[in-house]
């Protein structure tokens, strides 16, 4: 009696939630879900288990990538490689190719390898469990749970960062992130119902990004407000705290932009593994800590002709670096004999009007960009 009358009080003064969350919140988000869910191309309806090749291909492209990006790379290639089976038969370099803008190549690389694993050991079926998805390439943690949740119904618990800034708020945790991590994981299996969990899934997706969001999050019209911690506490804005990232660093470049007198420019693939790897690439000195002169530069062009720096830079910020470039530029006869240097079978010319077809990252397309500026 004694606990029940402290809890009243403290729910009275607004620090505690009305209903602690649990079942009933599941309830309730699940009714907004029916009402208000988000219409994606890679969706099912409400209560509907979807095509796991959809929900696999959608979640590699969504990790560290907006909703709004993605659509089109999605529907591009579902109608390219409507079926696993076909996506695994297609060649690397058209998935790149096909990959280009969208960053963090290796998921494209991944992908290939995961379609292929999925026909040679699955008969071309994903295989239903989280720990079976857990050992295709690729597919981490979060994507096992969500796939396994979403296209099997399997009671599992997909968390990325929408879904713990929502449970962290939940169930006010107060403990930084990442340290809370685990906390989160299971606080967010205590909802997860055995029916529906797949919609469920995607409801506190939908809530993190559309309500719950991470800056001034609409608790005026939360369909779990009356369960929320953070709310009855006036945490919203506040949680979930998170360890300041150190800066990121800079690193600097040069890139040496050849053009033929026809037009065509000079690309070089670049090694198939680590950053970018795979992709096509102007060629560049490498990337270090400081922006190297133009004697040392020049030790890495691939031609031996007269270089023209072009006037400004090119920035791109990668998530554990910014990196700068500057650009050089020159321009080569056609028929002229000159000697490419020892990289030269990593090297190929592409027509200018072949350019946006090729497995470019977003990188190279600005340093192009900036190199022909109006030429
Ligand atoms: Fe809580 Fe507000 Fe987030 Fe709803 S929107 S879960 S009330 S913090």
């Not at 407000?225 to 506490?233: E, L, M, R, S, V």
Request: charged share 20%; hydrophobic share 40%; aromatic share 8%.
């Amino acid at each position: 009696m004694g606990a029940v009358h402290h809890t009243a009080t403290r729910q009275r003064q607004g620090q505690l939630p009305l209903r602690p969350a649990g079942p009933a919140t599941v309830r309730a988000l699940l009714d907004w879900y029916d009402a208000e869910r988000r219409d994606l191309p890679w969706r099912y309806g409400p209560r509907k288990k979807a095509d796991p090749y959809r929900v696999w291909l959608s979640e590699i492209m969504l990790q560290q990538t907006t909703v709004k990006a993605v659509i089109p790379y999605y529907q591009k290639f579902v109608a390219r490689w409507p079926t696993v089976q076909s996506l695994a038969a297609a060649p690397l370099e058209e998935v790149l190719q096909q990959w280009a803008g969208l960053g963090y190549y290796s998921r494209a690389r991944n992908l290939k390898a995961c379609a292929e694993a999925v026909v040679r050991d699955f008969d071309g079926r994903f295989p239903p469990t989280e720990r079976e998805l857990r050992g295709l390439p690729g597919i981490g943690p979060y994507t096992a749970a969500a796939i396994a949740a979403i296209a099997f119904g399997d009671k599992a618990t997909p968390v990325d960062g929408n879904v713990e800034r929502v449970v962290s708020r939940l169930f006010a945790v107060q403990e930084s992130l990442p340290a809370a991590k685990g906390e989160i994981r299971s606080l967010a299996g205590t909802l997860t119902p055995a029916r529906r969990a797949g919609d469920f899934a995607q409801a506190m997706m939908d809530l993190g990004a559309e309500i719950c969001t991470p800056k001034k999050p609409s608790c005026l019209v939360c369909p779990v407000q009356q369960d929320c911690a953070a709310n009855a506490q006036g945490l919203s804005e506040v949680l979930p705290v998170k360890v300041q990232k150190s800066t990121r660093p800079s690193r600097y470049g040069i890139a040496f932009l050849v053009q033929r007198e026809d037009g065509a420019v000079l690309l070089r693939k670049r090694p198939a593994a680590g950053l970018l790897g795979g992709m096509l690439e102007v060629p560049s000195t490498l990337w270090s800590d400081e922006m190297p002169t133009k004697k040392e530069a020049l030790r890495s062009a691939p031609v031996t002709t007269s270089w023209l720096p072009v006037p400004g830079s090119v920035v791109h910020v990668f998530t554990h670096f910014r990196l700068e470039l500057v650009v050089y530029r020159a321009l080569v006869p056609v028929d002229a004999s000159f000697t490419l240097w020892a990289e030269q079978e990593r090297c190929r010319w592409v027509e200018r009007r072949d350019l946006h077809a090729q497995a470019l990252p977003s990188v190279m397309k600005k340093v192009i960009a900036h190199g022909l500026g109006g030429t």
